[in-house]
């Protein structure tokens, strides 16, 4: 049973659309019934690098290999294949339905099996359309080789187990085993010697379990030489050879003493290697020792020159010269071992946000003329696989305010391979600045507010340091809270740096101080590479908002009905615009253009239009305008362009006349002890004139006296009394004031 070298684990994962290559169908096209797939293998790089990078294939592994998806129905159908050639995509579409999926990986040089895998959780079901998902196990497959001695007799060489595919392996020498009559010659894929022939030593990569049989050559009773190489597998520069040999094995005979040291010469090792001359070790062995280092890379093995007889002389006995038997060969000679780095790279200097130096390292031992080359990487476990570079800054690619550590090995050239790398201490680039706001108002907020009247150039500017704004930001992050009612702002972002929220609107209130306005504190999506959320810097104070103009009257006013000899009644105003003011109103005797009048009487401002308590027979000039309240300052008054005159008065007492009639009127006077109110009123009638007694009236029961009726006799006609009506005005004492119609 085979063993399991490692498991590797590859999603295999279905995409579509524009994943899918130039070669593959639309998915846009599918048929119904039909279903798209697309397999691509991934995996971490080590596994990457197990599957794809055997030693005979690197480096373009990839472009050596054949992919093959297999689906078989679950039920009744025929299996369908699906292959890529040195791509590890397979794309393509099936029938939906229900299939056991496995997958196959072979060598495209000889189609040799590779590795192979099946699906997790066979059979799958495959719908119609798009969607299905594919995962699949891939292992790598592994082989044994084992051995036969073919008739021999000896030691057995041990089978070589858990052989990766594509790798090879080396043969087992001659060692102990010999089979009478016969000499050895190898090994052979068939027991009769008819397969394929391996030399001894040789590196053998199989395909597949396999037994390898000695192969044995009839020599009879002649003299047989047969030539073999021990130690000449696995060369590598710089490493020096150990054990290693060219064997000449005498068969029915024995060596002459001495022997001709140079008749057994080799040439064609690889460089730097040398052969000793040719020792008798036995009766029936010549050793040549080989020994030295390999000094020259080749990915070939190389095939010894060996003489193709050995002279009769170096055998007893012998009639003849003998033709020597085999081949002997040499291993390629892999790349030595790099040199190490004369230490850990250092820094040199302070690293900025986007650049790191360090010191120069060197190679003290360095036989292959290796150079020194640094890399970079966030990772002191992790060596580079790339960005391999001679120079010692690094200014492409890094990230300010970060971890990194420096790398530095010798180079791979055409002899060694890149040595072993050693990695500095912790690097960091210098921390970028860290992105700031500073948030200023214009004078259109910070001055002259007023309500009533609309802000003109007002705004709040969010400047940013240390970075750009994104190309689209949210602009309600940039909005505010505090703004005087009846103003709003809209953010927009003016350039990579400044974010303008403009402030429109008409202030409605009046506030005697200014407003702290709250700023909030800006997202770090609005910030390209923000981190964190930014808090700007800054304060924003606007003006206080001053009391709007007042609103102005309708036109002048005037009176609403005749004034009596005390009251006036002027006409209400309207105002415009609407502001929630309230009309006030106000009296002069004079006719100044100016409140309050440099002289005569003023009445101040009342919200009444009814004015009383005035003076009989006066002219007044109103005023009217609107009323200062919260928000808004009184209007500009306006006056009437002419007065308005109360009615004249006499009062009553004893021989009063009128001193404004040309007529003569006579107040009757008189003296009634009681007067009862049955209706309401009384009325009394004296023909007689020129009376000037005083006369008192009492009314019981506290009744007003405004309902009460007095009649004043008038000589204006000849012979003829007209009958005058006088109403008493609220008076409740006398004397009496009483109003001349």
């Known amino acids: 049973m085979k063993a399991k070298l490692k498991k590797l684990m590859l999603a295999v994962l279905i995409v579509f659309g524009s994943l899918l290559l130039a070669t593959c169908f639309n998915p846009l096209e599918d048929e119904d019934g039909m279903a798209s797939f697309s397999i691509n293998l991934s995996g971490n790089n080590n596994s990457k690098a197990a599957i794809y990078y055997p030693p005979n294939v690197y480096p373009d592994a990839m472009a050596q290999l054949m992919f093959k998806a297999i689906f078989v129905p679950a039920g009744e159908g025929t299996a369908k294949e699906f292959s890529s050639e040195g791509n590890d995509s397979i794309t393509g579409m099936i029938a939906s339905g229900t299939y ?26 495959i719908n119609s359309g798009s969607g299905n998902i594919i995962n699949i196990e891939v292992e790598q497959l592994k082989f044994t080789v084992s051995f036969d001695l073919n008739g021999g007799s000896g030691t057995t060489p041990s089978l070589i187990a858990d052989i990766p ?58 003299p047989f030489i047969a030539v073999t190489a021990t130690g000449l597998t696995s060369l590598k520069v710089g490493q020096a050879a150990s054990g290693a040999s060219i064997v000449y094995t005498l068969t029915n005979g024995t060596y002459a003493s001495p022997i001709t040291a140079a008749n057994f010469a080799v040439s064609g090792l690889p460089a730097g290697l040398t052969g000793a001359a040719a020792v008798r070790t036995s009766g029936t062995i010549v050793t040549i020792n080989i020994t030295g280092i390999p000094t020259t890379y080749s990915a070939s093995a190389a095939t ?28 390629a000679v892999a790349r030595g071992d790099g040199a190490a780095v004369s230490g850990a790279p250092t820094a040199n200097g302070t690293p900025t946000q986007t650049s790191i130096a360090v010191n120069a390292v060197t190679i003290p031992v360095n036989p292959g003329g290796q150079t020194v080359q640094y890399a970079i990487n966030q990772s002191n476990t992790i060596t580079p696989t790339t960005g391999w570079q001679s120079g010692t ?37 210098a921390a970028a600045p860290i992105p700031a706001i500073a948030v200023t108002a214009t004078a259109g907020l910070t001055a002259g507010l007023k309500v009533g009247q609309a802000v003109r150039d007002a705004s709040i500017v969010y400047t940013l340091s240390n970075g750009a704004y994104a190309a689209s930001i949210t602009a309600a992050n940039f909005n505010v809270t505090g703004l005087p009612a009846g103003l709003t702002g809209a953010a927009t972002r003016t350039s990579d740096t400044v974010v303008t929220l403009n402030i429109t609107g008409t202030p409605t209130t009046y506030s005697a101080t200014g407003t ?65 003011q309230l009309a006030e109103y106000a009296l002069v005797t004079s006719q100044s253009d100016t409140l309050p009048p440099p002289e005569g009487w003023f009445s101040g401002w009342q919200t009444s239009t009814t004015f ?112 005058v009506t006088l109403t008493i005005d609220g008076v409740t004492s006398g004397p009496f004031r009483l109003v001349l119609p």
């Not at 056991?100 to 079901?125: D, Q």
């Not at 060996?306 to 081949?327: C, H």
């Open 304 to 331: 010894l020159v060996a003489p193709l007889v050995i002279p009769q002389a170096n055998v007893t006995g012998a009639t003849s010269a003998i033709t020597l038997s085999g081949t002997i060969t040499a291993s």
């Open 100 to 125: 056991n999926v496995s997958m196959e990986i072979n060598l495209l040089s000889n189609g040799s099996p590779y590795a192979k895998g099946e699906a997790v959780g066979n059979p799958v079901t």
């Open 393 to 429: 800054t690094f200014n492409t690619g890094l990230t300010a305010g970060t971890t990194y550590y420096v790398w530095a090995r010798s180079a791979a050239n055409t002899n060694y391979n890149a040595g072993t790398a050693r990695v500095s201490t912790a690097i960091s680039t």
């Open 516 to 580: 702290n306005i709250t700023i909030p504190t800006i997202p770090a999506a609005n910030v390209s590479d923000a981190t964190a959320n930014i808090t700007p810097t800054g304060t924003v104070t606007t003006s206080a908002v001053a009391r709007g103009d007042g609103a102005e009257v309708s036109g002048e006013p005037t009176v609403n009905e005749t004034p009596t000899h005390n009251t006036m009644v002027v006409g209400a105003v309207t105002l415009s615009p609407v502001t929630g």
């Open 165 to 222: 595919a594509s790798h090879d392996t080396p043969l087992p020498a001659q060692g102990d085993i010999l089979r009478t009559g016969h000499a050895f010659s190898g090994w052979n894929t068939r027991p009769d010697g008819s397969g394929t022939n391996y030399e001894a030593g040789s590196s053998f990569t199989p395909i597949a379990d396999i037994t390898l049989y000695a192969r044995w050559l009839d020599v009879g009773l002649e």
């Open 612 to 723: 009383t308590d005035l003076t009989p027979a006066t002219t007044y000039h109103i005023w009217a305008r609107s009323a200062e309240n919260q928000n808004y300052n009184a209007g500009t008054p306006v006056r009437s362009s002419y007065g308005f005159s109360t009615e004249r008065v006499v009062t009553v007492g004893p021989g009063n006349r009128d001193p404004f009639a040309s007529a003569d009127y006579w107040i009757v006077a008189f003296s009634i002890t009681t007067i009862g109110f049955y209706d309401g009123s009384y009325s009394a009638s004296i023909n007689t004139q020129g009376l000037t007694a005083t006369g008192t009236v009492e009314i019981e029961n506290n009744r007003s006296l405004s309902d009460l009726t007095f009649f004043v006799y008038s000589a204006s006609g000849a012979g003829t009394f007209n009958n």
